[in-house]
């Protein structure tokens, strides 16, 4: 009896033994770890070393400042398309590639040009007079124009107001006004306010386009143009063979005015109000020299990669993460374009990589558009509408970024409009990243300067994610300063976590969820 009594409980405890084994191998074993979990560990390791990182790398010398059509661009594609490939994001473009090729004819800068007044000096009498110039300042005070013809013209100034013929809107700077062979002083957009009657502004929009103001200008024979709009670098025209100008500031129509009996300030409010013109023959000789070289064959490039759908319902179709690649290029010297847009190619690329090392699959399909010459006229993102790689009508929407890399708070144009697309990232904000985040309506008035723009027109829902909050005593638009200072590598993180948590939501929501 007791024989079997230590058997029994012997064999009790070799099996309390085993069970306690067990639970501790058990216990040892990873657990489920269900997907979002997985997505919160890969957004905590998204990195602001990495995005800032990249950043550096697209604004070095190596890609010429990215203008597109250069071979800086399409390096700088090549560069990102290593990435996508590196991760394992699929090629969406042409023929099996990355690139989705449009026609993108770019000139070349090629030095910094000449802007000068003509100053008579001396005695009254006219024959006792010298003529010495004013050099005005470059980038200070003028860029030359982004598609300005090659070539020198000193010729007298004539103030056009804002370059419009509009007869049936009953408006036209160039009544009463000779400028054939001269060069034309110009304000950059339209004197009616859009405030007033969005109705009646729809009517001016179509000429507030530079391209339409250039065009006119050398259609009534102004063979030059001086364009108050900065002075900023701007590649966004069309060339005009033997049509020379430069883009200049207010201290150059200061000096323009000076003298006429007449002020800038209250000629130009005088349009506004009245909404009529106020052109007249300056008297000012001035000087324009810039030396260009205009490319019409040139090609540009978008850059496509996508992360398709695992559901065989809804995997065809598409939420479109979007920004443009492309800058400014040589003016002649470096425009690094950091925040325009280095800084919304670096959270793209961030997003892509971390829903790649997730191993979450999404449900609806990832594209990532790297738009080409957005800088020349929103023109890749115009081509993908045109010749989209997915249909519109299975385009869930299209998630744009535009200068995402400066500043403390984060605002995304036309939220208002979409309340069921920016909701996702309103709760992002709110329960991790807790920045200063706005949003708005989308008129959708003034001429079109974001590639989410396009996207709109043709009816896909869109929104486009900027940064703010850095305060300059300097402008940083389009200019030399668009640098690496600029960046702020935290703001370039919650970007990229923002838009990565949100998307990837979207990714997989119900339809009744995407309403």
Request: glycine share 10%.
């Amino acid at each position: 009896m007791r024989n079997n009594f230590k058997k029994v409980a012997g064999f009790l405890g070799l099996l309390v033994l085993v069970l306690v084994l067990n639970q501790a191998v058990l216990l040892a074993q990873p657990r489920p770890v269900d997907d979002s979990q997985k997505l919160l560990r890969v957004f905590h390791g998204i990195s602001s070393n990495t995005l800032f990182e990249y950043v550096k790398e697209l604004t070095s010398d190596r890609y010429t400042g990215r203008l597109t059509g250069t071979p800086g661009y399409n390096l700088s594609a090549d560069w990102v398309i290593s990435l996508l490939k590196q991760w394992g994001v699929e090629p969406a473009g042409d023929n099996g590639t990355y690139l989705q090729a449009f026609p993108n004819p770019y000139t070349l800068i090629l030095d910094r040009g000449e802007v000068s007044l003509h100053l008579k000096v001396g005695k009254p009498d006219p024959k006792n007079q010298a003529t010495v110039k004013k050099y005005y300042l470059y980038e200070d005070e003028y860029f030359p124009g982004g598609t300005s013809a090659s070539g020198e013209i000193t010729a007298e100034v004539v103030y056009v107001g804002y370059g419009i013929t509009a007869p049936e809107l009953g408006y036209d700077d160039y009544q009463g006004v000779e400028v054939r062979g001269k060069i034309v002083l110009m304000e950059n957009e339209v004197p009616y306010n859009p405030d007033k009657d969005p109705e009646v502004f729809k009517k001016w929009r179509p000429y507030s386009f530079h391209q339409y103001k250039l065009q006119n200008a050398a259609a009534h024979g102004a063979r030059g143009m001086l364009y108050y709009y900065g002075p900023i670098c701007n590649p966004n025209n069309d060339y005009i063979e033997g049509f020379i100008y430069s883009h200049v500031g207010r201290s150059v129509v200061d000096d323009i005015f000076a003298g006429t009996g007449r002020t800038y300030q209250a000629t130009v409010e005088k349009i506004r109000t009245t909404l009529k013109p106020q052109s007249f023959a300056t008297g000012k000789v001035f000087t324009i020299r810039n030396k260009t070289e205009h490319h019409p064959e040139g090609i540009g490039y978008n850059v496509l990669g996508k992360i398709s759908g695992s559901d065989p319902v809804i995997k065809d179709e598409v939420i479109i993460i979007g920004g443009h690649l492309d800058h400014l290029g040589l003016f002649p010297e470096l425009m690094p374009g950091a925040n325009d847009n280095a800084s919304a190619v670096a959270v793209m690329l961030g997003v892509a990589e971390a829903i790649m090392k997730s191993e979450v699959k999404p449900k609806r399909t990832i594209l990532f558009a790297f738009f080409g010459a957005e800088e020349q006229g929103v023109k890749g993102s115009e081509y993908y509408v045109q010749h989209p790689v997915f249909p519109r009508e299975k385009t869930i929407g299209l998630i744009n970024m535009d200068g995402v890399g400066s500043g403390d708070r984060i605002f995304a144009l036309a939220g208002k409009n979409f309340p069921w697309f920016y909701g996702p990232f309103e709760k992002v904000n709110a329960n991790y990243l807790h920045r200063e985040m706005g949003t708005n309506y989308w008129a959708n008035l003034t001429r079109p300067r974001l590639d989410a723009a396009r996207f709109m027109e043709a009816g896909v829902p869109s929104l486009s994610f900027s940064t703010s909050g850095l305060r300059l005593p300097y402008p940083t638009y389009h200019n030399t300063r668009d640098n690496i200072s600029l960046i702020n590598p935290e703001i370039l993180e919650d970007m990229a976590r923002l838009v990565f948590l949100a998307v990837m939501e979207l990714a997989s929501a119900p339809a009744e969820a995407l309403k």
